[in-house]
Structures are given as structure tokens and as C-alpha cells.
């Protein structure tokens, strides 16, 4: 179905929504929650100095020139995409959650 120009957006949301629903229950029924973040440019920006290092789809090691920082390019994005989880939380709970970084 997702083959079909018309139905294949309308499909993929639903498909997002329905995880975003099914995991934040699950999150809250352990006493966590789950805080939903813009990713759009976190495999690029550096994790540790905050660089944009611009790359391909095929790259798939994050290397800074600025600060030295080589790590896969996906752990770079975790590292990027946890920053802001937490940057979006409230001040009273942050520092808890930061605890283990």
C-alpha cells in the first residue's frame, strides 16, 4: 500500500503515530516518558563542539575537523537527539535524567 502515491504519506503517519502512542504508554506505565525532537540535522552537527559537518547518506562516520571528535555517524545523531530530549524536559527533572551522561 505504501506503493500507492495517494495513500503512502496518509499511511506512513499513521504507522508513526501509532509507535509514538504504543511507546509512550509503555514509557509512562514504567514511569518514564518519552519527548519527541526535531531531528533534522543531528547526524551532521557535532555532539561534542557543535559544528555543522555537512555529509552524504553514504557517509557513515562522523569526523569533525575542529575538534578531532570520529565516531560513527548514527551515535553521533543519538548523541545530538538525547541533548535535545533533554533541553526539552523541565529544569526540575533534567538534572536527574543528566545524571547518568
Keep these: 500500500m ?23 504508554y509503555k514509557a509512562e506505565s514504567a514511569g518514564s516518558m518519552v519527548v519527541l525532537v526535531d ?5 551532521q552537527l557535532c555532539s561534542r563542539c557543535g559544528l555543522k559537518v555537512p555529509k552524504s547518506l553514504s557517509d557513515r562516520v562522523h569526523e569533525c575537523h575542529q575538534c578531532g571528535l570520529v565516531m560513527d555517524r548514527d551515535e ?3 548523541i545530538n537527539i538525547l541533548r535535545l530530549g533533554l533541553q526539552s ?10 545524571g547518568g551522561e
Design 39 to 43: 531531528p533534522r540535522n543531528t547526524s
Design 2 to 24: 505504501l506503493k500507492n502515491r495517494c495513500l503512502a504519506k496518509s499511511i506512513s503517519d499513521a504507522a508513526w503515530r501509532m509507535l509514538v502512542i504504543t511507546t509512550s
Design 76 to 78: 553521533n545523531a543519538a
Design 89 to 98: 524536559l523541565p529544569k526540575a527533572r533534567s538534572p536527574a535524567l543528566q
